[in-house]
Nanobody, 122 residues
Framework: VQLQASGGGLVQTGDSLRLSCAAS????????LGWFREAPGKAREFLAA????????HYAESVKGRFTISRDNAKNAIYLQLNSLKPEDTAVYYC????????????????WGQGTQVTVSS
């Protein structure tokens, strides 16, 4: 399953953004879904995941309390609300179907789709 992210932009420190992610040709309700990001010169980082129902979520410590993941199965989409943005949040953000090894480590399934650039100025 390949998903396409959108909604990024250039914002200032403390601002908020809402990222969206959708898939065409695939029903997402069968999958847990997640968000990752890749900053310049750094490895891709897991941020958040949500189960098929939207009722169970998991966050990386680096974004817990600032970012909120949600999904709308009727619209076949997931979202990431980014609040209190910091310059270190600058990255390309990706969404993906995910699985977990049961230890809180999540990994993406399938190939990566198009990400969306978030740039936070100081």
């Amino acid at each position: 399953v390949q998903l396409q992210a959108s909604g990024g932009g250039l914002v200032q420190t403390g601002d908020s953004l809402r990222l969206s992610c959708a898939a065409s040709g695939h029903t997402l309700v069968d999958y847990s879904l997640g968000w990752f990001r890749e900053a310049p010169g750094k490895a891709r980082e897991f941020l958040a995941a949500v189960d098929w129902s939207g009722g169970v979520t998991h966050y990386a410590e680096s974004v817990k309390g600032r970012f909120t993941i949600s999904r709308d199965n009727a619209k076949n989409a997931i979202y990431l609300q980014l609040n209190s943005l910091k310059p270190e949040d600058t990255a390309v953000y990706y969404c993906a179907a995910v699985d977990s090894d049961g230890t809180g480590t999540y990994f993406a399934l399938g190939s990566w789709g198009q990400g969306t650039q978030v740039t936070v100025s100081s």
